[in-house]
């Protein structure tokens, strides 16, 4: 009987009997059967990709000029309003280990391992000329580099000498499905918003509404008689590389004050004087 897998010994025995006295002999004969089998190999593959963000803001107010009479204080409300894209994918990559069996137990096998995925570049470490040892198993890490996200099977290869191993076959394989579903790595998935007159205005995550928006008011008290402006800016960071954007707005309050009025006042009259002379003539003639 032959038994795969194994070397299995098997003893048969020959004998003689003589007629008369019953004298017995033998010799006897041992043979081992090596069933050699193909090795087995199993994989893990496991994807990875990273998602990276890009943000934008905008900013405005109810009223940018304002006109008022007495330098009363005035409030100007603002919006703000900060979007964000659906990512951008980049950096695919499945990476696992590789599983080579050796089911035999009477010999090891010397083979080499590769691996293959549709559209990727794969690596085996370890992979050429490695000794699998008889009734062991091996592991062996890989990668595959992709320059665009899918789904596919991936199938790890081992191949061997068939003459010199005993073996059905001269290589075997195993496959392991992958699809770039969900980042692994997420890259300025959150901003952090401020404002440069009100301060502080919140943070907003990828997951969030696009837009998502912030109202605020500020009020400014400005002397009547001219026209003031305020400048503010909204601005975010993004809390991986440091991305930052601004948007500004520019309000002008201008504040009415009472003409003024001021005089002068300056005296005139005029003054005629007599000439004494003809009078004195004037009267000797009358006498």
Known sequence: RRVLFRSTKHDNTATFTTNDTGTTGSASVTV?????????????AVPYFTRTYKWGISKSVDDANVFTAGG???????????THDAGTDS????????????????????????????????TVTGGVDVVVEAGKSI??????????????????TATWDKAAASTPNGSASGTAGYAFVTPTTLVDEEVTV?????????????????????????????????????TNTASFTTN???????????VTDCQGADLTVTKTA????????????STRLNSSHRT
């Open 32 to 44: 081992t059967d090596c069933q050699g089998a193909d090795l087995t190999v199993t994989k893990t």
């Open 72 to 82: 009363a204080s005035h409030t100007f409300n603002y919006t703000v309003n900060v």
């Open 91 to 122: 950096g695919w990559y499945i990476s696992g280990k590789i599983t080579v069996s050796n089911p035999n137990d009477w010999e090891d096998i010397t083979t080499t391992v590769t691996d293959a995925a549709p559209g990727g570049t794969c």
């Open 139 to 156: 592991e062996l890490p890989y990668t595959c580099t992709f320059t665009a996200g899918a789904s596919g099977t991936n199938t790890a």
């Open 194 to 230: 401020t404002d440069s007159l009100y301060g502080s205005l919140g943070a907003v995550s990828y997951n969030d509404p696009s837009p998502k928006t912030f109202t605020y008011s500020l009020t400014f008290n400005d002397p009547a008689g001219k026209c003031t402006s305020h």
């Open 240 to 250: 991986d590389t440091g991305t930052t954007g601004s948007a500004s707005q520019t």
């Open 266 to 277: 300056v005296p005139y009259f005029t003054r005629t004087f007599a000439d004494r002379k």
